[in-house]
């Protein structure tokens, strides 16, 4: 912005300027021509008829006399600048009385014009200040009409790309006239079909996870009957529909609780932490969940105690979901490792807890989509170990909801992913 307002200014001052040196140069001509003007002199009088005849037969240079007006003038006989042979006066004649009593040219000449250069200076002066002038003016309506709704434009969809689906363009911006309004007017219509349809989406899910919670207690308890009745022959069946029915009642719950995550966040409650010691009561049930997997946890570091503002139990969830997934991914015989380290970054503090496994790890285009909602990265796999792509959803949201963010990158070598959670310390 502000280099092209020094174009405009350069380019009026440009053209001001040059109109400047032009009238300067017409103002200097018409200087030179009234000076010039009095230095000319008037024509010479025609010689009289007196002086014409006074001189016939005679020769060049032969004396003469002739009658004037002054009286009787001797001369010689020559051809004056009229080309006229005449008898030409010894002295020269006095200017008649009316031609004398005429406003002498010299009297011009004596008196030199005054030097316009003072008014050269003003000329540049004013010009440059009004180029300036309207460069402002052009500017501020560049600015007031173009520049503020698109940043207002940026504003709003940066908000609803972080999520904020609420907002809006506003009705200063969409009630003009123009381009620029037209594009607000559509964005906010985008927005309110986006906000529509998400909003259908949340309902759904949290209706379907209420209404399938009562026939699942209903299930698990006829479950119990026909397994006291059939006896433990029928048991291996009945076995396999008990985890089925367990597999689908975690799965409603993690619904319920990513609805809530999503809806409810003012409602969550939060206090003062020591997320080291939250991570050592985690890791240690995990652990003992792993072993029998031949699989295991392990705390690299872990400052204590290191205090934060948080639900202990939405980052407990989290952390869990987190373990829970490296411990599924990671290679038969292998620890998934787990630290916890204070570090400085944009002038905050921040509490930094990474999880590293030694699983296949992710590709890279999908970093990012790990943590949406029901988001597989090998459909086949994921249905083989029981995962629905819900936990990392709900470890994501739990952190933002902190203030913090959660990452995932490959590790070093091409084995293991790491998962990094950043949570702001007070």
Not at 378 to 400: F, Y
Request: hydrophobic share 40%; with cysteine; net charge positive.
């Amino acid at each position: 912005m502000v280099a092209a307002l020094l174009r405009i200014a350069v380019f009026f001052g440009v053209i001001i300027v040059s109109l400047a040196a032009f009238s300067g140069a017409e103002e200097g001509g018409k200087q030179e021509q009234a000076q010039a003007e009095p230095q000319r002199q008037h024509p010479r009088r025609p010689a009289p008829a007196e002086a014409v005849s006074a001189c016939e037969g005679k020769k060049e240079g032969d004396s003469c006399t002739f009658k004037s007006p002054h009286g009787m003038l001797d001369g010689q006989c020559m051809a004056g600048l009229e080309n006229i042979f005449a008898c030409r006066p010894n002295r020269r004649l006095p200017e008649p009385t009316e031609t004398t009593a005429k406003p002498q040219p010299a009297a011009v000449k004596q008196t030199a014009p005054a030097s316009p250069s003072w008014r050269y200076a003003v000329l540049v002066i004013a010009c440059v200040v009004s180029a300036l002038a309207a460069a402002l003016f052009v500017w501020f309506v560049f600015f007031r009409y173009v520049i503020m709704p698109l940043r207002r434009l940026r504003r709003v969809t940066e908000q609803l790309a972080e999520g904020n689906l609420s907002a809006r363009v506003g009705e200063g911006l969409v009630s003009r006239g123009g381009e620029v309004a037209e594009l607000g007017r559509d964005v906010d219509r985008m927005a309110v079909r986006i906000e529509s349809l998400v909003g259908a989406h949340q309902r759904l899910i949290r209706d379907v996870s209420h209404e399938l919670r009562s026939p699942l207690s209903r299930l698990n308890v006829a479950l119990e009957l026909a397994r006291q009745q059939a006896g433990q022959s029928l048991s291996a069946p009945f076995d396999r529909i008990e985890r089925e029915s367990n597999r689908l009642n975690e799965l409603i719950s993690q619904l319920l609780m990513l609805t809530r995550l999503e809806n409810d966040s003012a409602m969550i409650q939060k206090t003062s932490l020591d997320v080291a010691a939250l991570i050592a009561e985690i890791a240690a049930d995990v652990d003992f969940e792993a072993r029998n997997t031949g699989r295991s946890v392990v705390v690299k570091a872990a400052q204590s105690p290191l205090m934060i503002n948080g639900n202990r139990e939405l980052l407990r969830q989290a952390l869990e979901n987190l373990l829970r997934n490296a411990v599924r991914y990671t290679a038969d015989g292998t620890a998934v490792e787990l630290s916890l380290r204070k570090r400085e970054s944009v002038s905050r503090l921040w509490a930094t807890i990474e999880i590293i496994d030694y699983g296949p790890g992710v590709p890279e285009p999908e970093l990012k989509d790990i943590f949406r909602p029901f988001y597989r990265v090998n459909e086949a796999h994921e249905r083989q170990s029981g995962g629905a792509g819900v936990g990392l959803a709900i470890a994501d949201r739990a952190v933002l909801l902190h203030g913090g963010r959660l990452t995932a990158r490959n590790t070093s070598g091409g084995t293991g992913l790491t998962m990094k959670m950043d949570l702001p310390l007070p």
